[in-house]
């Protein structure tokens, strides 16, 4: 099955700078990779996601870069503000598996003043 | 648009007794899901329904938990007996019928956490 590696688990930065939060998966397959933020008591909600066909996608202060050859994909926040403090979730979905995601084990992003 | 609703949001009780989680997705989201999210981990998930239609519950365990979503619409997952590790977040998401090359959003909902005594 797929499995996908997060790194690093636990990650603080000064506000305004900039954010990178890695990710591998291992089926080379996958095809489909979204990134989820996650607030304290919340669900998981959609902030950007690449499909296997684009390397880089933007949407404001967020990218996502996706290196096929590689399975690694990365999500980059600049500018960080207090509210981007929460925790960060990347999945892959795999061609054989419908619409399952398969999570990476989450990064705790902290934002300090 | 109201998203994803769940309840009860919280839940306490001791080993093996039995216990229930609703789920109401988004209206038209044909496919629902039931992730359990464990403390300091992402979700992993239970089962899959395409409308009324169980698609993938190869990660349920059959022996203590069981799922249905008898009208296509919203759904309810039992836990009976409970045991001590079932405690977590357990999350519904929904999102349209999906199908082969298709990359629908999961939208999920604020999720149940139990606390098994």
């Known amino acids: ?113 | 648009e109201a998203g994803v609703v769940q309840s009860p949001r919280y839940k306490i009780i001791e080993k093996k007794q039995p216990v229930a989680f609703w789920c109401n997705p988004i209206s038209g989201h044909n496919t629902l899901y039931w992730y359990r999210q464990n403390l300091g981990q992402g979700p992993e998930l239970l089962i899959r329904y395409e409308n009324e239609e169980a698609v993938d519950d190869s990660q349920l365990p059959k022996d203590r938990f069981s799922a249905e979503r008898l009208k296509g619409v919203d759904s309810t997952l039992k836990i009976q007996p409970a045991e001590l590790g079932d405690s977590a977040v357990y999350l519904c998401a929904s999102s349209p019928m999906t199908g082969a090359g298709l990359y629908n959003e999961q939208f999920f909902g604020p999720g149940t956490r139990l606390t098994v005594l």
Request: proline letters at 4%; a neutral charge; hydrophobic letters at 30%.
């Open chain 1, 1 to 113: 099955g797929e499995n996908v590696e997060q790194h690093p688990s636990t990650l603080s930065v000064q506000e305004g700078d900039s954010a990178v939060i890695k990710c591998t998966y291992s089926d080379s397959a996958s095809n489909y990779f979204p990134w989820y933020k996650q607030e304290l008591g919340k669900g998981p909600q959609l902030i950007i996601d690449i499909r296997s066909n684009v390397g880089e996608k933007k949407d404001q202060r967020i990218a996502v870069t996706l290196n096929k050859t590689a399975k690694h994909f990365s999500l980059h926040i600049t500018e960080t503000q207090p509210e981007d403090s929460a925790v960060y979730f990347c999945a892959a979905r795999f061609t054989g598996g419908g619409n399952k995601l398969t999570f990476g084990t989450g990064t705790q992003l902290k934002v300090e003043l």
